[in-house]
């Protein structure tokens, strides 16, 4: 997977795994598209942390919150990648362009993949699943996050799991307005 080219090691992991009934152009439209102010936990758990939705909130929106990124397979994978300090109230966000990611180092700091990759089931349904990993710089930023996933992280895979059903949803009900659609 392309997510293995850019953090090969993580200090916190967390699959998430959806299937989805429609054709794999339809996910990825969903995918590309994804409209996140549908994701009502997902907005309120932002909303918390000072964070306001954009526009559409889609994959577009997320580069402009300095979301980079990493790699793309069309129809098979998208890598997004993040830096900051994310147990800080602003997350103290630093855009760090694809090329220079795998060598950020900068002590202080924790950088994130975060994946959606698509393979198709036997029956022909679509399995999308989601990785996110993280690794911290140094062993004060390492302290730092463990304390913060601990209290978030399962509100992580919460947003995770919404997304995936947001997605989901929006492949699904397109598919099905479609002539020959089920």
Partial sequence: MLIDEFLTKWDARERHSIKVNAPIDEVC???????????RLTNFLHKLRGISAPADF??????????????????KEI??????????????????ERDD?????????????????????????????????IFCTDAASRARFRLYWFLIGAFSGLIRREILCVIKKAAESSYRRQ????
């Fill in 179 to 182: 002539p020959g659609g089920f």
């Fill in 101 to 133: 990611f795998i060598h950020f180092d900068k002590p202080g700091y924790a950088k994130a993949a975060w994946n959606f990759s698509l393979f198709e089931t036997a029956d022909g349904a679509i399995r999308l699943n989601t990785e996110t990993r």
């Fill in 58 to 75: 889609s994959i577009a929106d997320l580069l402009k919150m300095r979301f980079v990124i990493l790699a793309k397979e069309p129809d």
């Fill in 29 to 39: 439209r969903a995918m590309r598209q994804m409209d996140l102010r549908r994701a």
């Fill in 79 to 96: 890598v997004l990648g993040l830096t900051g300090k994310f147990w800080q109230p602003d997350g103290n966000l630093v855009r760090v």
